[in-house]
């Protein structure tokens, strides 16, 4: 049987939310390795760098020894290519994230025919929960515990003041 080894978890995490580590908690369970890859999305303008990004990812993932943060800045079909047996992980809150989704896997899939992309539906708790959402409550002081992991809560906060 074939097993597959490494999940490439890609996304904006602008920033990292509890969302993204529970599905980030569950994949490191199925697979060897997941690595949490910071992309471009050209339709999102965002608050953090890359750099930031990545630096707040990092200082969240302590606890898993499976896990690794990197970063590409071109089509993730081929980032993917860098890997032997990877797939795609990906997160679904609702039927609206579904459309979009799976315009994406499929377009992965024709750059890159062996590439599978594989949905993690969202845990309950979390099924309301977006970067978006949390970069919104926090131009207006909201409590951001419940949102994100207590590292990064100064760095939100801090950023969308500078950004006032
Ligand atoms: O967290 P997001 O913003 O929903 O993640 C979207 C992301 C970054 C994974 C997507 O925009 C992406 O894959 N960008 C890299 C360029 C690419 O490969 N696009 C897919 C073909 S349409």
Same mark, same amino acid.
């Given at each position: 049987m074939k097993t597959m080894k490494t999940a490439i978890y890609p996304g904006? @995490?602008?920033?990292?939310?509890f969302g993204h580590l529970d599905i980030i908690r569950r994949a490191a369970d199925i697979f060897d390795k997941v690595v949490v890859c910071v992309m471009i999305n050209s339709e999102k303008k965002t608050m953090f760098t890359i750099e930031e990004r990545m630096d707040l990812i990092s200082r969240v993932i302590g606890? @898993?020894?499976n896990v690794e943060v990197d970063t590409w800045n071109g089509l993730l079909a081929e980032y993917a290519?860098?890997?032997?047996?990877a797939v795609i992980i990906k997160g679904l809150r609702a039927i609206s994230d579904f459309e979009s989704e799976f315009q994406m896997a499929i377009i992965n899939k024709k750059i890159n025919p062996y590439l599978e992309t594989l949905f993690l539906s969202a845990s309950e708790q979390y099924t309301y929960l977006s970067s978006s959402a949390v970069k919104e409550m926090a131009k207006y002081g909201a409590d951001l515990s419940e949102f994100v992991p207590e590292e990064i809560i100064d760095d939100v906060i801090r950023k969308s003041q500078m950004r006032r």
């Open positions: 904006s @995490f602008d920033p990292i939310t606890d @898993f020894p290519m860098n890997y032997q047996d």
